[in-house]
């Protein structure tokens, strides 16, 4: 067969080759933008026959709560659409109640216990599924700080980040204390944590407890877990889908559920966790052998720790003898074939990651080879250009967002090439940096609000007292800072001139 015509094949055989979409080996983790994990095969399998028949969702959720109690020791669960829809319906739960008036008003939540308290080094970007719901979110970086907040009858939750519990400011057992001898519940995001029996955070003394179905367990994508107290757990259903409420768009199908339940129930029964650590050591020491024939090119396995149970491949380079910095090592990767998709955050100019989780059979040698070609491959080390133009002063820019122009400013200084300041946007005035080559400018702005940074990434030419170009548009928080969040909500076109010098 001609291989123009062998492509079409696997192009009319592959859904996303259809749609133009070209997959890629995924050494990134599971995060969802891409694609979470592979689910199992005995998931997917379960998952088509549930799809030939129908049940009574309402019995479904009672039966399958009651299969995931057994299997985590929690009182209660329900499956939910997704991990960030957990956190929304527990809080939801936790304000409402199943009152029948106060979950047909939420997110008015005028007269109710609606505060949500988080410690200060808790804060996430996933916690706007908190404040939708109405809640405000109140911080304490102190013990005693959050002695004094829970008097407040207007508390109805607390919320615990897991990943970062071990090096928070207050303990979880204090947190737990403060919060029980208000009758106050207390929940914990575990989402990106290997679930386990019995729950260590309901052990801990947890209300609630969310897991992801569709990362590590390898359920369905789009399912979640929310495991906990029996009142708690009710309260939140109350709230869920296909109830009639604020989480009536956070739909659950029954295909899913039985997906999540088929999930848990080979986890505990039938993975070899130790069988899939030793996998995941020797791919990457295989990554690591295909490299280590590349001379300037050093590895290391950086070994599980706290909330992280998955090891990790850590690939740096001197940059005298490979000058490609990270992420422009990253694209390339993601341009070739076979694609490669390395995560963006835990990098350095001359280091990267590889997380073993999503590979397949065979993949590690294809990374490694990957990784020394793309290295290899020459780099034109971009020699900045002086600038040619000064750019200190105020700017009014407009920016064309989707939904109609908006009014920002840029206050500029220059010393050199290098570019600092402020950026006023609607709401927030922070600070900005940056630098010039040539007549093109490039700054970039982050705000914080509640748990998340936005960024506004300037590039543009300046010319005549004018700025023309595209701002990048995105969010993000530690430890995912990298361009892929940085770039999520896309780009907007901007135009300025400046006002003063």
Same mark, same amino acid.
């Given at each position: 067969m001609p291989d123009d015509t062998a492509a079409v094949s696997r192009a009319n055989d592959n859904p996303y080759l259809r749609l133009g979409v070209r997959p890629f080996i995924n050494c990134a983790s599971v995060r969802t933008i891409h694609g979470g994990s592979l689910i199992r095969p005995e998931v997917r399998a379960a998952m088509t026959r549930a799809a030939t028949q129908f049940v009574n969702i309402y019995e479904l959720m009672e039966a399958a709560g009651r299969r995931i109690a057994e299997l985590t020791g929690a009182e209660a669960a329900i499956v939910t659409p997704g991990s960030a829809a957990a956190v929304c319906l527990g809080t939801a739960g936790a304000i409402a109640g199943n009152d029948p008036e106060r979950i047909a008003r939420?997110?008015?939540?005028?007269?109710?216990?609606?505060?949500?308290?988080?410690?200060? =080094?808790?804060?996430?970007? #996933? =916690?706007?599924?908190?404040?939708?719901?109405?809640a405000q979110i109140v911080e304490y970086a102190s013990a005693d700080q959050l002695a004094r907040l829970v008097q407040d009858p207007a508390v109805a939750m607390i919320c615990v980040y897991g990943k970062v519990e071990q090096g928070g400011a207050v303990p979880f057992e204090t947190i737990v204390e403060l919060a029980h001898a208000r009758a106050i519940p207390v929940m914990v995001d575990a989402a990106s944590e290997h679930i386990e029996r019995p729950c260590p955070w309901l052990t801990r003394g947890a209300d609630m407890v969310v897991y992801s179905g569709g990362k590590f367990l390898q359920g369905p994508q789009v399912s979640g877990l929310l495991l906990g107290k029996a009142s708690c757990i009710r309260a939140a259903w109350a709230n869920a889908s296909p109830?009639?409420? *604020?989480?009536?768009?956070?739909?659950?199908?029954?295909?899913? *559920?039985?997906?999540?339940?088929?999930?848990?129930? #080979?986890?505990?029964?039938?993975?070899?966790?130790?069988?899939?650590?030793?996998?995941?050591?020797? =791919?990457?020491?295989? *990554?690591?052998?295909?490299?280590?024939?590349?001379?300037?090119?050093?590895?290391? *396995?950086?070994?599980?720790a706290g909330a992280v149970k998955v090891p990790l491949l850590v690939i740096s380079w001197d940059r005298a003898k490979w000058p490609v910095n990270a992420l422009e090592l990253r694209e390339r990767l993601l341009n070739n074939e076979p694609r490669i998709m390395l995560d963006d955050c835990d990098v350095t100019a001359s280091s990267i990651t590889i997380d073993p989780f999503n590979l397949e059979p065979g993949e590690a040698a294809l990374i490694g080879d990957a990784v020394a070609r793309a290295l290899a491959t020459d780099a034109v080390a971009a020699k900045a250009a002086a600038p040619s133009v000064q750019i200190g002063g105020t700017?009014?820019?407009?920016?064309?967002?989707?939904?109609?122009?908006?009014?920002?400013?840029?206050?500029?200084?220059?010393?050199?090439?290098?570019?600092?300041?402020?950026?006023?946007?609607?709401?927030?005035?922070?600070?900005?940096?940056?630098?010039?080559?040539?007549?093109?400018?490039?700054?970039?702005?982050?705000?914080?609000?509640?748990?998340?940074?936005?960024? #506004?990434?300037?590039?543009g030419v300046v010319a005549d007292g004018t700025m023309t170009g595209t701002v990048t548009l995105g969010t993000g928080r530690e430890p995912h800072l990298g361009p892929v969040n940085f770039s999520q909500y896309g780009t907007a076109s901007f135009a300025g001139r400046r006002t003063a010098t």
């Open positions: 939420l997110p008015r939540t005028e007269g109710m216990r609606n505060k949500v308290l988080m410690a200060t =080094d808790h804060r996430f970007i #996933y =916690d706007h599924a908190i404040r939708m719901v109405g109830h009639q409420g *604020i989480g009536r768009p956070m739909k659950v199908s029954k295909e899913d *559920i039985i997906g999540v339940v088929t999930a848990l129930e #080979y986890w505990f029964a039938e993975r070899d966790h130790a069988a899939e650590g030793a996998t995941w050591q020797a =791919d990457l020491e295989t *990554i690591a052998k295909r490299l280590s024939a590349a001379g300037g090119v050093e590895t290391s *396995i950086r070994p599980p700017w009014e820019l407009t920016l064309d967002f989707a939904d109609g122009p908006a009014v920002h400013s840029l206050v500029l200084t220059q010393d050199g090439s290098d570019v600092k300041g402020r950026h006023q946007s609607r709401y927030w005035n922070n600070e900005a940096a940056g630098h010039v080559a040539d007549d093109r400018l490039q700054v970039q702005a982050v705000h914080r609000y509640e748990g998340c940074l936005l960024a #506004y990434t300037f590039e």
